[in-house]
């Protein structure tokens, strides 16, 4: 519906328009090109409530949504100096938020992790490993997830904090027991 809502805001935008200005007609002309800006903007806003409905709902990301907070989602190098980083800071991986979660593809983490099927074991050193399992669609609390063939991991599943300075983001172990109360 809204795709013909934003399909005719356009029509009326150009075609309107510009036969209104070629006719000489200006009062026409004003009315098309207001006219076409309102029916795109609506469109837009129509777009815009169904996915907060559809969150509010408690539904998973559709894969169009997804795709769109990954597309603007801010790329930075990682690092850290608790574990190797791949490969190495001198690449840039997307820092994803969904769900209130921080999320990062499972690269980052290939020097530390094995992969078995659906299963994703992650040995940082020191640290007692820490399995999780894939699923193949988004939801709230989801620790490991794939989307267009590319698996992403929850920071905080791994047991993980990140810090974003001067353009690199930091992931070190969070601070268990004691020492968190220091």
């Keep these: 519906m809204t795709t013909i809502q934003s399909i005719t805001g356009l029509f009326l935008l150009v075609f309107g328009t510009f036969f209104s200005f070629s006719a000489g007609n200006l009062p026409a002309a004003f009315i098309s090109l207001v006219g076409g800006f309102v029916l795109m903007s609506l469109s837009r ?93 988004l939801y709230k609390g989801a620790e490991l997830f794939e989307y267009g063939g590319l698996a992403f991991v929850s920071i905080s599943a791994l047991n993980l904090v990140s810090d974003i300075r001067e353009g690199r983001l930091l992931l070190n172990f969070a601070v268990r027991g004691r020492e968190a109360d220091n």
Excluded: C
């Design 45 to 137: 806003l129509v777009d815009l409530q169904q996915a907060a409905y559809l969150k509010a709902l408690g539904l998973p990301v559709t894969g169009d949504q997804l795709h769109l907070m990954m597309k603007y989602s801010p790329e930075y190098a990682v690092e850290s100096a608790d574990f190797n980083v791949y490969p190495g800071s001198h690449k840039e991986y997307a820092l994803i938020r969904l769900e209130g979660e921080l999320y990062l593809s499972v690269q980052v983490f290939k020097n530390v992790m094995t992969q078995e099927e659906n299963e994703y074991t992650f040995r940082f050193p020191g640290r007692e490993p820490i399995s999780l399992y894939r699923t193949l669609s």
